[in-house]
């Protein structure tokens, strides 16, 4: 009797042991899981005088676009998708570039534009939802080849045949913030229909810039032909602009070296070391600006390879 006894004892230990450490490895899996999917909320903010400063962007959203996107993406605490303005045709909004043995390539979102020109970004609705196949095999026919192709071609397959967005900015948004999570930018994501739009360019941005608290506005170099600067001064927000030169040449199939292409060719090419061609996080926190009294150079072109880049 006492033997069975013990071997009921030695069995509920056992059994309660194992339960525990079942519940541990399930809170353990759990807790990474939401660290994860929470990433994209944290913020950085830069501590300037014992106070947080906190950085937004207010940008358009684009198709698979070019590193410099990225990049200022990840200088900023939050990075405002301004698709409340007017849809532009053949723009970046739709599609973007791959390298190929026969030269550069477009992939582009067929959207149904024609008689709507004066249309939001966020009214635009795809026409053809067979364009992510083809999207996905031109890229498997083109980057088969690259060194990191086959560390990404899953998680890339499931983000174009996984597709099922009708809205436009609803695809950009899905490539925007999957891509962002393969270079590890933390950056919180968020909506210009999210905030109360006021009327006037530099206005709408004065006023987004007031409701998410922001005390630092960080520009594209293009916005320095319309921004009315002194209505950042009178609303006490720093206007800044971020300066697009120094990219270095990375190793690319198909030369010469092409500076503005998607993302994606630096990340199926460097792997983990595309941030390593990169601005911001070579400089941690501190990415290359231009103070809004220096107005830059209306060049587009890097100062290194002959590239065309795009404008934010």
Same mark, same amino acid.
């Given at each position: 009797?006492?033997?069975?006894?013990?071997?009921?004892?030695?069995?509920?230990?056992?059994?309660?042991?194992?339960?525990?450490?079942?519940?541990?490895?399930?809170?353990?899996?759990?807790?990474? @899981?939401?660290?994860?999917?929470?990433?994209? &909320?944290?913020?950085?903010?830069?501590?300037?005088? /014992?106070?947080?400063?906190? @950085?937004?962007? +207010?940008?358009?959203?684009?198709?698979?676009?070019?590193?410099?996107? $990225?990049?200022?993406?990840?200088?900023?605490?939050? $990075?405002?998708? $301004?698709?409340?303005?007017q849809y532009t045709r053949r723009d970046w909004r739709n599609r973007?570039?791959?390298?190929t043995p026969a030269g550069l390539q477009w992939l582009t979102i067929?959207?149904?534009?024609?008689?709507?020109?004066?249309? %939001?970004?966020?009214? !635009?609705?795809?026409?053809?939802?067979?364009?992510?196949?083809?999207?996905?095999?031109?890229?498997?026919?083109?980057?088969?080849?690259?060194?990191?192709?086959?560390?990404?071609?899953?998680?890339?397959?499931?983000?174009?045949?996984?597709?099922?967005?009708?809205?436009?900015?609803?695809?950009?948004? @899905?490539?925007?913030?999957?891509?962002?999570?393969?270079?590890?930018?933390? #950056?919180?994501?968020?909506?210009?229909?999210?905030?109360?739009?006021?009327? /006037?360019?530099?206005?709408?941005?004065?006023?987004? %810039?007031?409701?998410?608290?922001?005390?630092?506005?960080?520009?594209?170099?293009?916005?320095? #032909?319309?921004?009315?600067?002194?209505?950042? %001064?009178?609303? @006490?927000?720093?206007?800044?602009?971020?300066?697009?030169?120094?990219?270095?040449?990375?190793?690319?199939?198909?030369?010469?070296?092409?500076?503005?292409?998607?993302? +994606?060719?630096?990340?199926?090419?460097?792997? *983990?070391?595309?941030? &390593? $061609?990169?601005?911001?996080?070579?400089? %941690?926190?501190?990415?290359?600006?231009?103070?809004?009294?220096?107005?830059?150079?209306?060049?587009?072109?890097? #100062? &290194?390879?002959?590239?065309?880049? *795009? &404008? !934010?």
């Open positions: 009797m006492s033997n069975n006894r013990n071997d009921s004892g030695h069995f509920y230990f056992a059994l309660t042991l194992h339960t525990t450490v079942l519940l541990t490895r399930d809170r353990r899996a759990g807790t990474l @899981r939401k660290a994860r999917a929470g990433r994209r &909320r944290s913020r950085r903010f830069v501590v300037r005088g /014992g106070q947080p400063v906190k @950085r937004i962007a +207010i940008v358009q959203s684009s198709y698979i676009p070019w590193k410099g996107y $990225f990049d200022l993406m990840h200088s900023v605490d939050e $990075f405002v998708l $301004f698709d409340d303005v973007n570039r791959i390298k067929p959207v149904g534009s024609k008689g709507r020109y004066l249309e %939001c970004i966020s009214n !635009m609705s795809v026409s053809d939802p067979a364009w992510a196949g083809r999207h996905w095999k031109s890229l498997v026919a083109n980057y088969a080849r690259a060194p990191f192709f086959r560390t990404y071609a899953r998680e890339l397959e499931e983000m174009y045949l996984g597709c099922a967005h009708t809205r436009l900015s609803d695809v950009n948004r @899905r490539f925007l913030e999957r891509l962002a999570d393969m270079l590890g930018i933390r #950056t919180r994501l968020s909506w210009s229909s999210d905030f109360e739009l006021a009327p /006037g360019k530099t206005e709408r941005l004065v006023g987004i %810039c007031q409701q998410a608290a922001a005390d630092v506005y960080v520009s594209g170099p293009s916005a320095a #032909t319309y921004l009315e600067e002194q209505q950042f %001064c009178d609303a @006490r927000i720093e206007l800044r602009y971020f300066a697009y030169d120094g990219y270095p040449e990375y190793h690319q199939l198909f030369p010469p070296f092409e500076h503005s292409v998607s993302v +994606i060719d630096l990340i199926l090419n460097e792997g *983990p070391d595309a941030t &390593r $061609f990169m601005l911001t996080f070579q400089t %941690c926190s501190c990415p290359s600006f231009q103070p809004s009294i220096d107005r830059p150079s209306t060049s587009r072109s890097s #100062t &290194r390879g002959s590239a065309v880049l *795009p &404008r !934010m």
